[in-house]
Structures are given as C-alpha cells and as structure tokens.
C-alpha cells in the first residue's frame, strides 16, 4: 500500500473515532432524547404522595443518565441508557404511562407494592430488551394484553395480587426464556393455557401457585385441586348419606318391633277373656 493511501486510511479512521467518541460524550451529557420523554411522561402519570420521586425534576431529565450511574431515585444506566427501573413499594399511585416504552433499552421494570391503578399498556411491547416484569401488589385492572408476549427475551412476569380480568393470553406460553410466572389473586377467567401449565413430555412448567386466587380460572394444575376439593365433599356427603341411612334403618326397627309387641298383646289379651268366667 502507498504512503499516502496508508496516510488517508489512518486519517480516516481517527476521524470515525473522533466522531464516535463526539457522539458518546454528547449523550452522556445531554442523555438519550427517548429515556427522557419516558422519565418526563411517567412522573407526570404517577402520583406521589410520600415524595419519593423528588429528585425527579426536569434539570435531570436533561441527563438521567451518566455512564452507568443516575441521580435519579430507582434509575439504574448501562453506558448512558435507562436498563432498569426500579420503583418498589413507594406508596405510588396513578397509572403507567403508555410513554413508558420510550425507555427502549430497558431490560427491568419493577413497579410493585405500590398502588397504581389503571391498564397495563400494551405499548410495553416495545421493550425489546426487557427481561423481568414485575408489576405485582397493585391496583392494575383490564386484561393482559398478548401484546406483552412480543418481548422475547422476558424470563420474568409478576402481576399477582392486582385485579386483572380476562383469560390468559397463551402467547405468554411461547415465550422460550420464561422461568418465573405470576397471576394469582387477579379477577382471570377461562381455562389456563396449556403451554404454561405442561412443558414438552408432560412435565409441569408452573405450578397452582401461580394461578390461585382467580375463581372463574380452570385447567390443570388447578384442577388437581378442584378434584381433592370434590373428594372431600363427596366423603362428606357419604358421610352425610350413611348417617341419614343409619336413621331410616333404625327407625324402621323401631317401628316393626313395636308392631310386633302390639300383636303379642292382642293376643295375650284373647287368652285372658276366653279364660275368664262368663256370667
């Protein structure tokens, strides 16, 4: 290679990583336009009446994110981008702002034991990356969106003790990564889809635990539960039946031994007047 060929390389290299690094250092100290549209839109969608949220101000929404750290409270950055929020039992209240997605590079979001009521957007389809959902102990009513089921990479979804209404979506039984799953103590119905109870050669996936708590929910593996829940009845209802047979028996005893007695009467009675004198 020529000299000047060999020169014009190198320069044009150094000039791409000049730009990269520009580039780099221009969002670490401006931050990411989507993380703060996502920060800026959640705060104004949730309530917060203990005021954990008060670094949450619009002079750190113009950084959130500062390498890997933030000022934010429950904020936590991976090379200047939002990957996880976590916002745990901080007496929250109001709802999820659909905005949320804009946190495209999101892997965790943690919003329970708070009180947030509303829909759970079904725009959370957007976090791509997102690996845990856990929007559990709260006030979430509406159906699941399956919507939901296109992150591919959840391994995670918690939405238990919320009032949740509607089936299951058995999309979420195609998500392969899926280890950990939720819904207890909702309003769900219809039955539990089979690929989330049962894995391939008829091994459990999950278990009742995480189905209780919904009573017009039905399918295996609560319907193991059902059936001990009907045998106990039924040894009651023998029970029960035996108890009611033993009477009937009984009083019908009663009532031919006293037949029996009175006809032996009848007729000791006939033997005494023929025995008696006539006058």
């Not at 009513?141 to 949740?164: K, R, T």
Request: charged share 15%; net charge positive.
């Amino acid at each position: 290679m020529p000299v000047n060929h060999r020169f014009t390389f190198s320069y044009r290299l150094l000039f791409l990583i000049f730009l990269l690094s520009f580039e780099t250092a221009q969002r670490l100290v401006t931050g990411d336009p989507n993380d703060e549209a996502c920060l800026t839109n959640l705060r104004q969608s949730l309530e917060d009446p203990a005021n954990n949220l008060r670094n949450w101000t619009k002079s750190f929404f113009i950084n959130p994110c500062s390498g890997f750290s933030s000022y934010l409270h429950g904020v936590i950055c991976n090379n200047g981008r939002i990957y996880k929020l976590s916002l745990t039992n901080l007496s929250l209240r109001g709802s999820i702002s659909p905005f949320l997605s804009n946190c495209t590079n999101l892997q965790s979001l943690d919003l329970s034991s708070n009180q947030i009521s509303g829909e759970i957007p079904p725009q959370l389809q957007f976090f791509v990356n997102l690996a845990v959902l856990n929007l559990s102990s709260n006030r979430l009513s509406g159906q699941i969106s399956p919507q939901i089921a296109l992150c591919a990479y959840l391994n995670v979804i918690d939405l238990h003790d919320n009032q949740l209404s509607g089936q299951i979506p058995f999309q979420f039984g195609l998500l392969a990564r899926l280890t950990a799953f939720d819904v207890s103590n909702n309003k769900l119905s219809g039955q539990i889809p089979s690929n989330l109870a049962m894995r391939n050669g008829n091994l459990p996936r999950f278990n009742a635990s995480s189905f209780i708590g919904n009573k017009k929910l039905f399918g295996y593996p609560l319907e193991e539960m059902k059936n001990k829940g009907l045998s106990i009845m039924a040894i009651v209802g023998i029970g029960l039946g035996s108890g009611i047979a033993s009477l009937v028996i009984s009083f019908t005893g009663v009532c031919i031994w006293l037949k029996i007695t009175e006809k032996k009467m009848e007729e000791e009675e006939g033997k005494i007047s023929h025995s008696m004198p006539v006058y």
